[in-house]
């Protein structure tokens, strides 16, 4: 082995240490750097816990039994799913931004008091204005976080502690009423990293995070 491989090795092993050091002292465990049988178990045991937190689709079913529908239409700096409801005769239309026609039908729609619920049990991390309206984010036990968005104002603050099912933004007119921001909740998943604006955080495919998601009612 050269000097140069042997160095990047070194490097590469120091990293690993540190950081199954920072998981031992986390979890009350000898700091000794090395993934013995007891971290081993400790790591298998947080990884099965975070693997099996309840989770919902942000959006609640109706009074009917109507589920909501996510769609991941692709435009130009637009990431995660946006969530309706299909559009049945007898619905009352609140306002022309309340539904959305393609090819000449009534496709999609919303209820004037839809509400977006928490996803799982977590920590309220952001809840605030922007320029599409108002969004919250929460940070679950798993080690991701979720975003919704297109709020009219947040039913949650800062810190709160909130339970799977919480309403945190009813879903209103955002400021750019066009015919792809019709009203909606947009809605994303995210894996925090060192930033505090959830903007920065590592994306990830809502599909993969709620895989086996049921519905609040």
């Excluded at 709160?160 to 009423?177: E, F, K, L």
Aim: with cysteine; charged share 20%.
């Amino acid at each position: 082995m050269s000097a140069g491989s042997y160095n990047e090795a070194r490097h590469d092993w120091e990293s690993i240490s540190r950081y199954v050091k920072e998981f031992q002292r986390a979890n009350n465990l000898t700091p000794d750097g090395y993934a013995g049988p007891l971290t081993m178990a400790k790591l298998e045991q947080v990884v099965a816990k975070r693997s099996r937190i309840s989770k919902v689709h942000p959006l609640p079913l109706l009074p009917d039994g109507r589920r909501p529908v996510a769609t991941n239409l692709y435009r130009r700096g637009h990431w995660g799913w946006d969530y309706f409801y299909r559009y049945q005769s007898g619905d009352v239309i609140a306002s022309d931004d309340h539904r959305i026609i393609a090819g000449g039908l009534m496709r999609w729609w919303y209820p004037a008091d839809a509400v977006a619920v928490a996803a799982a049990d977590g920590v309220v991390h952001v809840a605030e204005s922007m320029s599409t309206g108002h969004w919250v984010w929460i940070r679950h036990d798993d080690g991701y976080a979720t975003g919704y968005f297109h709020g009219t104002s947040c039913l949650v603050n800062p810190n709160d502690i909130v339970t799977q099912g919480t309403p945190v933004i009813p879903i209103g007119h955002d400021t750019r009423s066009t015919t792809w921001d019709k009203v909606h909740l947009h809605f994303e998943v995210r894996k925090p990293t060192g930033s505090q604006d959830p903007r920065h955080w590592e994306r990830v495919d809502p599909k993969v995070w709620l895989a086996g998601a049921g519905y609040s009612s």
